[in-house]
């Protein structure tokens, strides 16, 4: 087993191909080939994190993307956010996310507060 940092796109593309070997033989934990995994899994995710960074979804985006997947109207974000009104204007933007609908939106539909927030 020689293991090594992940200096470049051809370093991670060879470790990319040895996990997803390992995967498909599904190694018990502490075993080589399961430690071997395990270690490569990390480097591969600094590797990603560092090249390949995801940035947090603007908050509205959130609520909408949320929304969608469960098929909620304006009318089911009342408990949320307000009346009908007010949930039009956060979603346009002219209005914004109080801390009270913040914390509603992160208990109630499980949207991050650090992406409601906008914090990175």
């Known amino acids: ?10 370093d991670y593309r ?10 498909d ?3 018990e934990r502490g075993t080589q080939a399961g430690d071997e995994l395990e ?10 994190q560092e090249h390949f960074p995801i940035e947090r ?14 098929g909620m ?3 089911d974000m009342a408990p949320y956010i307000g009346p009908p009104n007010r949930v039009y ?7 914004p996310l ?9 208990s109630g539909l499980r949207i991050p507060a650090e992406v409601l927030i906008g914090v990175d």
Do not use: C, K, W
């Not at 087993?1 to 051809?10: C, G, S, V, Y």
């Not at 470790?15 to 390992?22: F, G, N, P």
């Not at 204007?89 to 209005?95: A, D, P, Q, S, Y």
């Open 98 to 106: 109080s801390l009270t609908m913040i914390r509603r939106l992160h």
């Open 39 to 48: 270690v490569l899994s990390v480097l591969v995710e600094r590797y990603e």
């Open 1 to 10: 087993m020689e293991i090594r940092p992940l200096h470049n796109e051809d």
């Open 14 to 23: 060879s470790a990319l191909a040895t996990v997803s070997a390992l995967v």
């Open 57 to 70: 979804p603007d908050p509205i985006e959130a609520i909408r993307f949320r929304m969608e997947q469960g």
């Open 73 to 75: 109207s304006v009318a």
């Open 25 to 27: 033989l599904d190694p």
């Open 89 to 95: 204007e956060v979603l346009n933007g002219t209005r």
